[in-house]
């Protein structure tokens, strides 16, 4: 299993956990940037529906190609149908309320701005593990 399929993982299983940024900005980079798709067999109910929320949330940003918007699309398509879509938590988060996801992780979606394309290349420099 790669590292970007363990962040994904382990954001979708412990999306409240203390390292959820650092998840989510692998998984970011890996979708957004070297066409990273997860596996999702293993997925169902309230993961599903968290790794829905994510994978969702993750296409709608410009900086993903429109080949991988699509391939992610009928992904999120197959989502659908096993996610358990109970309402989330009285989140503000739309999204997060529509797939029923466990945590809306809007704190760690505002720190994506330095990862798209035109402050990417000095983010790298900066965080080169990422």
């Known amino acids: 299993m790669n590292n970007f399929q363990k962040s994904f993982d382990s954001l979708v299983k412990n999306p409240t956990a203390q390292n959820a940024q650092v998840d989510l ?4 980079v890996a979708l957004w940037y070297k066409g990273f798709v997860p596996k999702l067999d293993e997925l169902d109910g309230v993961e ?3 790794a829905g929320y994510v994978l969702d949330k993750l296409s709608r940003y410009n ?35 529509k797939w029923g996801a466990s945590a809306d992780l809007k704190k ?14 000095r983010y790298q420099e900066n965080h080169a593990a990422v």
């Not at 900005?25 to 970011?28: R, S, T």
């Not at 429109?66 to 096993?82: F, I, M, Y």
């Open 25 to 28: 900005e692998k998984v970011a």
């Open 48 to 50: 599903a529906a968290q």
């Open 108 to 121: 760690e979606f505002r720190t994506l701005l330095p990862l798209q394309r035109r402050n990417f290349s």
């Open 63 to 97: 900086c993903l190609d429109t080949s991988n918007k699509v391939l992610l699309r009928a992904v999120l398509t197959e989502l659908e149908l096993k996610a358990n879509k109970a309402p989330s938590r009285n989140s503000a988060d739309m999204l997060a309320n």
